[in-house]
């Protein structure tokens, strides 16, 4: 049987982050799914053949959406990008095309084996998968290529007001997702049963994938200590307190304290105090792999590394 094909369709405007690099390399060790990128920020000096890049300036891109979706979209900075995730894959439909099923993310995500973990028999059973268990992950969600999802996005109650306002509004993780799990807070079985009463609530798997450190969500023993020292190695990622591997890490409390829990947000995010987040060349981390961690991406000392 055909292994199910992904593509990850991202825009991203202004400037790569100082991690992309590493990025693109986790990308690397997972030939099977496909990015493809929407940008002004040219194609960084690491690449691989699993990951393209449509370039436009973010003007022309404010207008292929605005054309595509039938409402005037111009945001005064790209940040408002994150509110058309939702709508990504009717947006993008002409590129997307020949692939089974696409997939909306961010960047600051350093992956590990994607497909040990979506495999051929979840996708064959499902037709939305997040990476937490109550709700649809910004950071990562897949979802089956058909209009059915491509269009789903349109049962968000005045989507095209929501879409038009500057302001960034959390769309895919706030009112996107309640239309594949609208009763987040009740016992799985109640979902369940729940879910009989709306189509887009069945064939839905939400797993905790536990990817963001310093989350509110509790890590595999109940408490609320995540692990703080994460390593990569050819393409697996694991950490310093856990004998499993991971699909991937999301980073984005250490780099911002915006989304951090209320009793963390008053210290600054650790990486705030760094002049260089990245202190380790791709040649090396290509070779030795690298670590993730407050100190940012350092090289692995070998005494360290478990597996």
Known sequence: MRQPTIVIVIPYFGQWPEWFELYIESCSHNPDIQWLFYTDCGEPGNRCSNVSYVHMSFDEYKRLVSDRLAITFNPSS???LCDLK??????HEADIQDYDFFAFGDID??????????????LQKYDVIGTHNRRLSGHFAIFRNTDRYRQAFRNIPNWQKLMEMDEHLGLDESKFSKLFVRHKNHP??????????????????YKEQFSTVLSPIEWFDGSSDHPQQWFWKDGHLTNNRDQREFMYLHFMNWKSNRWLPKNLREAPA?????DKLV????????QNGFKISPQGFTPINPDTLKG
Do not use: H
Not at 86 to 91: K, S, T
Not at 109 to 122: E, K, M, S, Y
Not at 188 to 203: E, G, I, P, T, V
């Open 279 to 286: 202190q380790i060349d791709i040649e090396q981390a290509r």
């Open 188 to 205: 799985f079985w109640l979902r369940k049963l729940w879910s009989f009463s709306s189509r887009y609530q069945r064939r839905v798997l």
């Open 109 to 122: 995500i350093i992956f590990g084996q994607i497909r040990d973990f979506i495999t051929d028999d979840l």
């Open 270 to 274: 650790a990486w705030s105090s760094l």
């Open 78 to 80: 790209p940040y408002k």
């Open 86 to 91: 939702p709508a990504l894959g009717f947006i």
